[in-house]
């Protein structure tokens, strides 16, 4: 019994749905859910070292045993991600606190916040793949209110896009549940991969998983990215930074958990098909990237290249690949978090969206313009910052696996990165400033404050890699031996 | 500003006490027949729309003075600290367990937490219904 | 019996496919309505049809029904009301502020 499990997903949700008692009093209500995801973020540090003592943990819901109740459970991999996204949702928030946003915060954006958050760290950490479609929903649901809060008629137009798409998806993930179901019998997931692995994965099972690729590709933006540059230019700034950090992450796990934990057993197939998929996304990407003058849409191109290459680790398929990706899903957590940040909190001080609007920056807010330089080199893989690690890693991992093509793809996408916002860089921040020293609109402490803090975590991560890497380690150990997941998940002891 | 509605007044006001009976009556038989939390809370909510739909929304809001955001809040807090209450015992999240009891008037009756659970989701259900009903029909 | 049904999804979804691909939103909101009553029907198939048993496995029982799927409906019916709900407002709303209910006339921000 592990009734710690749970809080990650239901605090949020006590408090979220408390907080709508007081909705004539912001300061509770921005208090009380920073406070709320602090200490989520504490109770998922204390899980996974608990994980990385004991093992993978389990808790199943109203005592059902294994497959047949719902149940949570925690390996290193999941309680990374957790921890994580508690971490840049702690920071996101606090900017959305300092950033004070009156109309919104009175219709309930931080309740909607934690709702997102609670369907999240549930995503995670369902071992059910019903479930896995439920916490999906609560996800969605609070992002379509976060999406159309605030009522803009841009919102509103492209918030319908949004949920269209998402409404398919989510009816494509029905419709996989429903031949999983009707094939196999099970949705446990750890039951699945016990049945996959009997029956030897044939072609029936391998269209389904066909189907969940879709699935999980509209949701992650691979490939299927059309509609994000356009949703997440829409979005006030802490929102669409927690939607960059954590939104399309969410995909990306549910791929990870189901190439390695369920269909693994047709690589050729599916993981090739992966690849091809992650080199059109990380192309598509970069040339959206550079075609775009727009900010938040040369950010939003720059989550697309980042799904396509923590991918490339999926579809090379051996442990260092795995090991690279964890990395860099970590790091880009953290990083799309603050890109998106600074990029809102740009555009709100020079009133200008397009890069050739403005320039000069750096002399009117010297710090912001070294946190963005920061994260530039971070997102470029630059050495002492955290995105090194990972894409060394993947390297050498698809490079054990032949993967040339992909390789060569992954690195030079890399360099569109860095070419795409060294551009922002130059010329917003450098050159004759543009903003005259009386009209500067102050920069308030407490909306730089979370971006520094993302800037010492990427510098910190990357050079305390020693500290993170046993716990990257369990984790691709896990992924890549399935049978630890189903000892952990179906043991009755 | 609309027509002649004295009937559906004078058929609604008899027929939404029945509905809200038969409401109740679904939700308690959730425990061992067709029925439930989701089902009853349809029903009830029907009751209200019904009232809405043959009075105007002023006239039942000033008879039912409720704010049916914070009647669906209190509904979803019900229903999950009735799961964590299990915690309370040693027991795993959303445990549920029943015994019998000698009532003075009843008899012998079971009782089970999960009815607790039921009426958050009861209560849940109206909220959200109401909602949405009131929030399309505010403006037309 | 499962047959049938199929058939009857199979309608369904090319009903909600047809209502989709129009330029009209309410029409598009009754496709999404449609389109996840349709899945809700594979459910259920794909559990199997059985008819007049219930759903308890004991040591004497030769049929029984499977009660995940009804479950599984059961959530993802509610799911699929909340978004349907949502979205039904949204397009109203939409409709107010943009004049319109013409998807052609919503497309993305002329610029650029």
Same mark, same amino acid.
């Given at each position: 019994m592990n009734n710690i499990l749970v809080f990650p997903m239901v605090l949020p949700i006590i408090v979220g749905v408390l907080l709508l008692f007081f909705r004539s009093n912001p300061n509770i209500q921005r208090w009380c859910s920073v406070l709320t995801m602090v200490v989520v973020f504490l109770i998922s540090l204390w899980i996974l070292e608990k994980v990385m003592n004991e093992g993978i943990l389990r808790l199943d819901f109203g005592e059902w045993a294994p497959p047949f109740g719902i149940t949570f459970v925690a390996d290193a991999f999941a309680m990374l991600l957790v921890s994580t996204a508690s971490l840049v949702s702690i920071l996101c928030l606090l900017y959305a606190v300092f950033a004070r946003d009156e109309r919104r915060e009175k219709f309930f954006l931080y309740p909607f916040l934690l709702l997102l958050v609670a369907g999240v760290n549930g995503a995670f950490l369902t071992g059910d793949l019903f479930n896995l479609f439920v916490c999906f929903e609560v996800m969605l649901l609070a992002s379509y209110v976060l999406m159309t809060l605030g009522g803009e008629k841009k919102q509103l137009t492209e918030g319908i896009k949004y949920i269209l798409i998402n409404i398919l998806s989510s009816w494509f993930f029905l419709l996989g549940i429903a031949y999983m179901y009707g094939t196999l019998g099970t949705l446990n997931l750890a039951q699945l991969s016990q049945r996959i692995a009997e029956a030897g994965q044939p072609p029936l099972l391998t269209t389904i998983s066909i189907l969940f690729l879709i699935v999980f590709s509209l949701k992650a933006g691979l490939v299927l990215y059309f509609w994000l540059p356009g949703s997440y230019?829409?979005?006030p700034t802490a929102v669409s930074a927690l939607f960059a950090a954590l939104l399309t992450k969410v995909g990306v796990y549910a791929l990870f958990r189901f190439f390695t934990l369920l269909f693994y057993h047709e690589p050729s197939i599916t993981h090739t098909i992966i690849g091809l998929m992650a080199i059109v996304t990380m192309v598509g990407g970069s040339l959206g990237a550079i075609a775009y003058v727009d900010l938040s849409k040369i950010a939003a191109y720059n989550v697309v290249i980042a799904i396509g290459f923590i991918l490339v680790g999926l579809a090379s398929h051996n442990v260092e690949a795995i090991q690279g990706s964890i990395y860099y899903l970590i790091h880009d957590i953290l990083v799309k978090g603050l890109l998106f940040l600074l990029i809102g909190t740009v555009i709100y001080l020079s009133g200008k969206t397009r890069f050739h609007q403005a320039s000069g920056l750096i002399t009117n807010y010297p710090l912001l313009g070294w946190i963005f330089l920061i994260t530039i080199l971070s997102l470029g893989g630059i050495p002492p910052f955290s995105g090194f690690a990972g894409k060394l890693l993947i390297g050498q991992g698809a490079l054990g696996a032949g993967e040339y093509v992909l390789t060569a793809v992954a690195f030079l996408s890399s360099l569109f990165v860095l070419y795409s916002l060294l551009r922002i860089f130059l010329n917003m921040f450098w050159g004759e400033t543009s903003i005259r020293t009386q009209n500067q609109i102050p920069l308030s402490k407490g909306m730089l404050a979370p971006c520094l803090v993302l800037a010492a975590l990427t510098a910190g991560l990357g050079l305390g890699m020693d500290v993170?890497?046993?716990?990257?380690?369990?984790?691709?150990h896990v992924l890549m031996n399935p049978e630890l997941y189903i000892e952990g998940a179906l043991n009755n002891e | &500003?609309?027509?002649?509605?004295?009937? =559906?007044?004078? /058929?609604?006001?008899?027929?939404?006490?029945?509905?809200?009976?038969?409401?109740?009556?679904l939700f308690l038989a959730g425990h061992h027949n067709p029925g439930g939390?989701?089902?009853?809370?349809l029903t009830l909510s029907s009751a209200f729309?019904?009232?809405?739909?043959?009075f105007d929304v002023e006239t039942v809001n000033a008879g039912i003075p409720m704010d049916y955001? &914070?009647?669906?809040?209190?509904?979803? =807090?019900?229903? /999950?600290?009735?799961?964590m209450g299990a915690l309370l015992f040693g027991s795993a999240f959303l445990s549920q367990t029943f015994a019998y009891f000698d009532l003075p008037i009843f008899g012998k009756t079971e009782l089970a937490t999960v009815v607790l659970f039921e009426s958050g989701i009861a209560l849940g259900v109206v909220g959200v219904v109401v909602t949405i009903m009131i929030s399309i029909s505010e403006d037309v | 019996m499962e047959t049938m049904i199929t058939l009857v999804v199979g309608v369904l979804v090319s009903v909600a496919t047809y209502l989709l691909l129009s330029k009209n939103l309410i029409r598009v909101v009754l496709g999404t309505a449609i389109l996840s009553h349709a899945v809700h029907l594979l459910l259920m198939t794909m559990g199997g049809l059985k008819i007049g048993s219930v759903p308890i496995l004991g040591d004497h029982v030769d049929t029984y029904t499977d009660a995940l799927p009804q479950a599984l409906i059961l959530t993802a019916i509610v799911i699929s009301f909340a978004v349907t709900a949502f979205f039904l407002v949204l397009v109203y709303r939409t409709y107010q502020s943009t004049g319109t209910d013409n998807l052609q006339q919503m497309r993305g921000t002329n610029d650029e």
């Open positions: 230019g829409a979005l993170v890497s046993p716990y990257v380690t369990e984790a691709a | &500003m609309r027509e002649n509605d004295v009937i =559906l007044q004078t /058929v609604s006001k008899v027929a939404v006490f029945i509905i809200l009976t038969f409401g109740v009556y939390g989701f089902i009853g809370g729309v019904l009232l809405y739909l043959a955001k &914070m009647v669906a809040a209190t509904g979803v =807090l019900i229903s /999950v600290f009735s799961g | -």
